[in-house]
């Protein structure tokens, strides 16, 4: 699994001190830290301690040039997967809400399309003061997680809320967030226009064109009622993401879910089965074609134009159903079939075995094969085994984001070796 790193963001506030203890639990968690440090932050405590535990650089001035030279404000929260801001002061908060950057912390906090965590820190009237309490409905409004602050003795001899919460709470709620994969990144209000930069680390998918379907479809059965299914749609969309982060034109079609559109993806929503197809045959041709969504198998033969009533006798619903098309089977008789082309096995029991029989019957190059009987579907992780011509891969559990990745680097790999 690649390095989980966030970037701490030290505000200034007589907490500041626990943030250096919050460094030492997230290294030891095997988190690696990058951590800036405000003017003030750096009153109450400085920057070689903060570089002795972190083992990096700590980043302070915004116009130093020196450090804009070696590494820029939006590369720092890039190279995060998460930021924290902790302890922040209600001065940061209230910036943060008003959307101010005036040092390099709030620069890269209105820059980044990261998600951000917030533990808070300060005098209990402050804390109470209705500006402060304005400022965090809109920072959870806007998406960011704010951990609730310690109630006790504050520093300026009072008591009551407002203390910084316990370090080990905040690295275990760091933890979690960064384990739960697939955190949304709420802050840009139009992520799909943004360029990215190709990762050029190792082989990409530049110039190539992958098709992605996710999430569910709904079948109408009349003009309130709907046949669906469980998936959230979570690994479709992270699969599409990291291919547009691996530098490829991506086109995801997605049946009814709620997320937001990776970056870089161009999205085309569906309902049902026959318009997902109907969509994935509009986009081809496609060099890959990864089919993610767990479409209904079956429609009602005829959807009803008004609602349907019960009859009062007990007798079973009338409800005849008929087979949707096969969308991967038909892809992979296409006159237009993408060069690899990619199904999922959502299975309860004895999944690999079902995955080597759906490879065969579908007729599709790899089969990426879940086992569903747990949480699975409209969880945060994944389990899975990838059955291709070669062979079966065990692949440990791991977030649906890590194994987007990893499957995108093996398409990477596999166009790049043909
Ligand atoms: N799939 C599809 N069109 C359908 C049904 C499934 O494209 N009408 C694709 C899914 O996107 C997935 C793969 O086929 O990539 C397998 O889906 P799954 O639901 O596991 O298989 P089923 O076809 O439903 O087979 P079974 O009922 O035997 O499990």
């Given at each position: 699994m690649t390095q989980r790193r966030i970037l701490l963001i030290v505000t200034g506030g007589i907490a500041a001190y626990k943030a250096l203890e919050l460094v030492r639990l997230l290294r030891h968690k095997g988190i690696a830290v990058r951590a800036v440090l405000t003017r003030s932050a750096q009153e109450f405590v400085t920057p070689l301690s903060f570089g002795v535990l972190t083992e990096d650089h700590v980043y302070g001035d915004m116009f130093d040039l020196k450090e804009e030279r070696e590494i820029g404000h939006i590369q720092l929260s890039r190279e995060a997967d998460l930021i924290v801001v902790a302890p922040a002061t209600a001065n940061v908060i209230a910036k943060m809400a008003a959307g101010i950057a005036d040092d390099l912390a709030t620069t890269v906090l209105l820059a980044t399309d990261k998600p951000v965590l917030v533990a808070p820190a300060m005098n209990v009237r402050m804390w109470h003061h209705k500006a402060t309490q304005r400022n965090l409905a809109t920072l959870r409004a806007d998406g960011i997680a704010i951990m609730e602050p310690g109630v006790g003795a504050m520093a300026c001899n009072e008591w009551g809320k407002?203390?910084?919460?316990e370090p080990a709470e905040i690295a275990a709620e760091i933890e979690r967030l960064l384990d739960e994969?697939?955190?949304?990144?709420?802050?840009?209000?139009?992520?799909?226009?943004t360029i990215i930069a190709p990762d050029?680390?190792?082989p990409t998918l530049h110039g190539r064109h992958v098709l992605v379907t996710a999430g569910p479809t709904h079948e109408p059965i009349d003009p309130v009622r709907y046949i669906a299914n469980r998936s959230s749609g979570r690994q479709g969309f992270a699969i599409a993401a990291a291919a547009a982060q691996a530098g490829a034109k991506v086109t995801l079609v997605a049946g009814p879910v709620s997320l937001p559109t990776p970056r870089g993806v161009d999205r085309i929503d569906v309902e049902t089965a026959r318009e997902m197809l109907a969509a994935v045959e509009g986009a081809l041709p496609a060099d890959v074609a990864i089919m993610v969504a767990a479409v209904a198998d079956w429609r009602a033969a005829d959807e009803a134009p008004q609602k349907l009533k019960k009859d009062g006798s007990g007798a079973p619903a009338p409800l005849a159903l008929a087979e949707n098309p096969d969308i991967l089977a038909t892809l992979a008789r296409h006159a237009r079939r993408p060069g690899l082309l990619i199904g999922f096995a959502a299975e309860t029991e004895t999944v690999v075995d079902h995955a080597l029989a759906k490879r065969a019957r579908k007729g599709a190059d790899w089969i990426v094969a879940n086992?569903?009987?747990?949480?699975?579907?409209?969880?945060a992780r994944n389990s899975v085994h990838l059955v291709t011509a070669a062979g079966v891969e065990d692949w440990p559990d791991m977030p649906k984001s890590a194994v987007a990745t990893r499957l995108v680097e093996r398409i990477a790999d596999e166009l790049a070796g043909r």
């Open positions: 407002g203390r910084l919460p994969g697939d955190l949304p990144r709420p802050l840009l209000t139009d992520t799909t226009r050029l680390s190792g086992d569903v009987s747990g949480d699975v579907m409209g969880g």
